[in-house]
């Protein structure tokens, strides 16, 4: 049961987006998030939402993917209209005792409706076409420069690496410890949220034991095999820019202008 | 040659606060080209001998030397790394990377060698532990055995002239059991590598050129297979089995002196009793 999980829900395909560079990608959703937030009036938040939905065609990652992750934060969703709405001050339009909405108001639950549920998409766009490995290499690459000023940047992508590596590992241990325990009466399945989360700690403390001798031969492990840190360290697969990170840049940065440009209007 | 002379290796055990002497003045020379066998219970500093011969542990006193460099030289510990590889007992502790061929890329990597020649030299390691169709592989989706051979690829990328082997088999199944001991002997034969395999399986050590068999921390034994298997009543003494067949031979020796007393394999003994 536990084998379902999967971590970064990548989802493989050739499409223009999964072939970019992470890097490229990475920077290409920073812009996007700063240009949702730049443009202020409804021409421009109109060419967000036609621009997303062109990137989410050209992804050609199915729709009930980007629904899924609209619906895990429709509550979040909800309650920022909400506030939106009631609190913003402004020119009343409907009133009953305390709670009154404004035209302001309205306006501005709108605009960050739209901003949160744009974002969630997009973003969700970048793990689904990014395998969890480039996305790293790519973080790392993007880090080194900061590196200088004392960000960890080879040691956050090791670490990253490892979690991935042995996130299937655990998972297959829990569900033998759970069977184990289970054979011997174990109940993990009844009574209250209490009962429960206690039935857990004879489960946490023999898998946390193991994963701390894991981690103490896995270290062992690297030494033997060279690895002294990041320092005159080569990969075998050597993130490269192509011609299509060129024209995926170029039309980032027009995009990020022409937010700018909408503000004026 | 790996030359280990008398060596001794203090403990302190956290618990009791006790010395404890792991290696007690072991001295050993291994040859180039030598497929070596080390045998003892457990406790006996047979994976502690195995640490000092790549430099994870350095002797309390005495020396270990690889190829004449002293391995308490820290300037050369990654070329002591790289000439002595080591195989630990767990498969999964010792597999780093998301995929198969990033993994085996590993040690190469850590080397600064360029792309292209990691490249190459991770289609060749993998091919020759016959892994390659498998280089884009999760290793949480490969056997026990599929693993271990994974690790034994992800250090003769790295070109070592020595490979430790640190009971590897101990924790696979007898399929597993197979493919590591096939792939030990290949690259022992037709690659010229020097091995040398820490185990408790007799029948492992039965494939070595020579059998060095340890206690707390002696070495208390050493000899081709014939020679260390022959003295059953010894062996039995230190609770270490005998291949079952040398077992045989020797109760048969004892009774007709004409019957061979260092019989360790069953092809030798059915010419030995049918000529």
Redesign the interface.
């Known amino acids: 049961m536990l084998k379902d999980i999967t971590i970064g829900q990548y989802l493989s395909g050739d499409s223009f987006l999964h072939k970019l560079d992470p890097r490229t990608k990475i920077i290409a959703v920073i812009l996007y998030m700063v240009s949702l937030f730049i443009v202020n009036n409804f021409w421009g938040l109109g060419a967000m939402l036609v621009l997303s939905l062109a990137v989410v065609l050209i992804s050609r990652i199915p729709l009930r993917f980007f629904f899924r992750g609209i619906k895990a934060i429709v509550f979040i969703v909800l309650l920022t209209v909400a506030l939106q709405m009631f609190m913003t001050p402004g020119e009343p339009l409907w009133e009953l005792g305390i709670l009154k909405i404004t035209k302001e108001g309205i306006r501005q639950a709108v605009f960050m409706g739209t901003r949160l549920i744009l974002l969630v998409s997009v973003t969700s766009i970048l793990t689904l076409t990014t395998t969890p490995i480039s996305l790293t290499d790519g973080i790392e690459t993007l880090l080194k420069p900061f590196q200088k000023i004392g960000v960890p940047a080879h040691e956050l992508a090791m670490m990253m690496t490892i979690a991935l590596r042995f996130i299937p590992t655990l998972i297959e241990e829990t569900d033998k410890i759970m069977k184990a325990q289970s054979a011997r009466g174990a109940d993990f399945e009844s009574g209250n949220l209490m009962e429960r989360a206690k039935a857990m700690i004879p489960l946490l403390v023999p898998l946390f034991l193991n994963a701390i001798k894991r981690a103490d031969e896995l270290a062992l492990a690297m030494e033997a095999r060279c690895y002294h840190g990041g320092d005159g360290r080569t990969r075998l697969k050597a993130l490269q820019y192509g011609r299509r990170d060129a024209v995926a840049g170029v039309f980032c940065l027009c995009m990020a202008a022409g937010a700018f440009l909408t503000r004026l209007l | 040659m790996i030359r280990i002379h008398h060596v001794t290796h203090m403990f302190k055990k956290e618990s009791t606060k006790h010395e404890v002497k792991a290696l007690d003045d072991v001295s050993l020379d291994i040859l180039e080209g030598e497929h070596i066998a080390v045998l003892g219970h457990n406790g006996c500093g047979k994976s502690t001998l195995a640490k000092h011969l790549?430099a994870?542990l350095l002797p309390t006193a005495g020396t270990v030397e690889v190829d004449a460099v002293d391995t308490a030289n820290e300037a050369d510990l990654?070329t002591i790394?790289?000439m002595v590889?080591?195989v630990?007992q767990?498969p999964?502790?010792?597999?780093?990377?998301?995929?198969v061929?990033?993994d085996v890329?590993?040690?190469?990597?850590?080397?600064?060698?360029?792309?292209a020649q990691?490249?190459q030299r991770?289609d060749e390691a993998l091919a020759l532990v016959g892994m390659s169709a498998f280089k884009d592989k999760?290793?949480?989706l490969l056997s026990g055995g599929q693993k271990q051979r994974v690790a034994i690829a992800?250090?003769i990328a790295?070109r070592p002239k020595y490979i430790v082997f640190d009971e590897p088999t101990a924790m696979l199944d007898p399929t597993g059991r197979r493919e590591v001991m096939e792939t030990m002997q290949r690259l022992n034969r037709e690659e010229g590598i020097t091995v040398i395999n820490i185990t408790h399986f007799m029948e492992e050590a039965v494939l070595a050129d020579r059998v060095v068999v340890m206690e707390r921390g002696r070495i208390v034994l050493s000899g081709t297979p014939k020679e260390v298997f022959t003295k059953v009543d010894l062996l039995k003494q230190m609770q270490l089995d005998v291949p079952p067949v040398a077992e045989l031979a020797a109760l048969l020796h004892k009774e007709q002196k004409q019957i061979a007393a260092d019989i360790m394999t069953i092809e030798e003994m059915v010419t030995e009793l049918c000529p």
């Open positions: 790549n994870l990654w790394r790289q590889g080591m630990f767990n999964d502790n010792q597999l780093v990377a998301t995929t061929e990033e890329a590993f040690g190469p990597e850590n080397m600064g060698m360029e792309p990691i490249r991770v999760g290793p949480h992800g250090i790295m």
